[in-house]
T-cell receptor, first 112, second 113 residues
């Protein structure tokens, strides 16, 4: 298994600003993922972040809006850029370990 | 493309009663299947998973799920629910090679006394 922490746990931001979310894992992992959970909805994969390579984005998500860093095997960041109220969501980091994905507690973002 | 359908948006069950949550998937090969639970304000916790082998899998908190290939289903069951089981439950499917999961819309479970 893997224990994942995220910072911040929640934030309220003004439109047009950017927020960087941090994800820390207690063990080295190859594959990390970022998901978005919009209010009352299910999870949608934003991108896959493997250490040493560029993040791979899913359809509908672009690097300019959601830049991702993966500097080492235990850490990743997701930035939500030029935010609008539609970006209000829970953002979750997950990692693959033992053929299973484990999730962090999420970052609840509200954009005013 | 892979997809998951959870037909029940909301289920209310009495404490001590049995619970079954439905999950149907669409995937071209043998899928990896998961059930996660999300309690209010919490992240997702893995309940159980199926990769291969015995089609009845046991998970944590007294949950089990049965993989039925002929019906493309992976329904979650619990014989006797507790008030603490009130949460949102997500079924997910993914391939073995890249671990990208597709989630169902979720089923909210309410437990009444």
């Amino acid at each position: 298994s893997a224990v994942i922490s995220q910072k911040p746990s929640r934030d309220i931001c003004q439109r047009g600003t950017s927020l960087t979310i941090q994800c820390q894992v207690d063990s080295q992992v190859t594959m990390m993922f970022w998901y978005r959970q919009q209010p009352g909805q299910s999870l949608t994969l934003i991108a896959t972040a493997n250490q040493g390579s560029e993040a791979t984005y899913e359809s509908g998500f672009v690097i300019d809006k959601f830049p991702i860093s993966r500097p080492n095997l235990t850490f990743s960041t997701l930035t939500v850029s030029n935010m609008s109220p539609e970006d209000s969501s829970i953002y979750l980091c997950s990692v693959e370990a033992g053929d299973t994905q484990y999730f962090g507690p999420g970052t609840r973002l509200t954009v005013l | 493309a892979q997809s998951v359908t959870q037909p029940d948006i909301h289920i209310t069950v009495s404490e001590g009663a049995s619970l079954e949550l439905r999950c149907n998937y669409s995937y071209g090969a043998t899928p990896y299947l998961f059930w996660y639970v999300q309690s209010p304000g919490q992240g997702l916790q893995l309940l159980l998973k199926y990769f291969s082998g015995d089609t009845l899998v046991q998970g944590i908190k007294g949950f089990e799920a049965e993989f039925k290939r002929s019906q493309s289903s992976f329904n979650l069951r619990k014989p006797s629910v507790h008030w603490s089981d009130a949460a949102e439950y997500f079924c997910a499917v993914g391939p073995s090679n890249d671990y990208k999961l597709s989630f169902g819309a979720g089923t909210t479970v309410t437990v009444r006394a």
